[in-house]
């Protein structure tokens, strides 16, 4: 996430699975949409995606999506983990990945 410019406070893993995976919740509260499921080297991934207008008028954006905001943040998470490893909080894992 360094390289990308995001802040540890806004890893893929400190976003909030909402509802058994119908959606995530940024920790600046901003709610992401299911996007697409991707496979990656044979596991499943469920990729999410912010309004870019959301992202834009953020406080928070330069540390969370620093080079396109407008475009939205995107944070996938893997299918298994996302199904059957959601912590009663609700927050990922370090198994959440970003794209």
Request: glycine share 10%.
């Amino acid at each position: 996430m360094k390289s990308l410019g995001i802040a540890a406070e806004f890893a893929p893993s400190e976003f909030r699975i909402l509802d058994n995976g119908k959606g995530l919740e940024c920790p600046a509260g901003c709610q992401l949409r299911p996007l697409r499921k991707n496979h990656k080297r044979g596991d499943l991934y469920q990729q999410y995606q912010a309004q870019g207008a959301d992202c834009v008028a953020c406080r928070y954006q330069p540390q969370c999506c620093p080079r396109q905001p407008e475009r939205g943040r995107t944070v996938s998470t893997p299918e298994v983990f996302r199904q059957s490893f959601t912590a009663p909080d609700g927050r990922g894992s370090d198994r959440s990945h970003e794209r």
